[in-house]
T-cell receptor, first 118, second 110 residues
Framework: GAVVSQHPSWVICKSGTSVKIECRSL??????MFWYRQFPKQSLMLMAT?????????EQGVEKDKFLINHASLTLSTLTVTSAHPEDSSFYIC??????????????FGPGTRLTVL | QKEVEQNSGPLSVPEGAIASLNCTYS??????FFWYRQYSGKSPELIMF????GDKEDGRFTAQLNKASQYVSLLIRDSQPSDSATYLC??????????FGTGTRLTVIP
């Protein structure tokens, strides 16, 4: 299978604090992981592409200094929302690309992290 | 023109009927095509993928791809209330990321 986990599943924090979200591929190595954000009743929005051992590639309009991404190993990527504000409250979802030989190069999604900033 | 377009719906079908979900894409170089299902408040889960023209069946689901017309569809046979969700079409070009449609909301009426 191809299982992706995220932690925490939900978090509530005060405005101005930083929050770290972890994304792990449990049964495969993922050289590429993706971070998405989804506001209520809206579609997925790609925030950034995370490549193991290199800097993340951010989509237009996403502040790289606010959303820090680290992909230090083939099974772990982290997203840190720095100085979070209420407008950052959203559903953050990661996905990992299964690039194993003979695989489908499919993206599998984590269960998501619901962030609420008070 | 958007990369991937879907009718946002909602699409309502009675239980037991066939639900037909459609998706068009703009880039002829697109290589592979995916259907994800997303329940409210949950993350997307992969239903199936298709690479070649024609039909691909998996249980009650059939994906259909027509590269000449640049559309991909998903048929759900014997629809169940548990199939009620938003269905996301995603398209991938060679070595690139997935481009998602905005999703079609399906409601299966008991």
């Amino acid at each position: 299978g191809a299982v992706v986990s995220q932690h925490p599943s939900w978090v509530i924090c005060k405005s101005g604090t930083s929050v770290k979200i972890e994304c792990r591929s449990l049964d495969f190595q993922a050289t590429t992981m993706f971070w998405y954000r989804q506001f209520p009743k809206q579609s997925l929005m790609l925030m950034a592409t995370s490549n193991e051992g290199s800097k993340a590639t951010y989509e237009q309009g996403v502040e790289k200094d606010k959303f820090l991404i680290n992909h230090a190993s083939l099974t772990l990527s982290t997203l840190t929302v720095t100085s979070a504000h209420p407008e950052d409250s959203s559903f953050y979802i990661c996905s990992a690309r299964d690039s194993r030989a003979g695989g489908t190069d499919t993206q599998y999604f984590g269960p998501g992290t619901r962030l609420t900033v008070l | 023109q958007k990369e991937v377009e879907q009718n946002s719906g909602p699409l309502s079908v009675p239980e037991g009927a066939i639900a037909s979900l459609n998706c068009t894409y703009s880039d002829r170089g697109s290589q592979s095509f995916f259907w994800y299902r997303q329940y409210s408040g949950k993350s997307p889960e992969l239903i199936m993928f298709i690479y070649s023209n024609g039909d691909k069946e998996d249980g009650r689901f059939t994906a259909q791809l027509n590269k000449a017309s640049q559309y991909v569809s998903l048929l759900i046979r014997d629809s169940q209330p548990s199939d009620s969700a938003t269905y996301l079409c995603a398209v991938k070009r060679w070595a690139n990321n997935l481009f998602f449609g905005t999703g079609t909301r399906l409601t299966v009426i008991p």
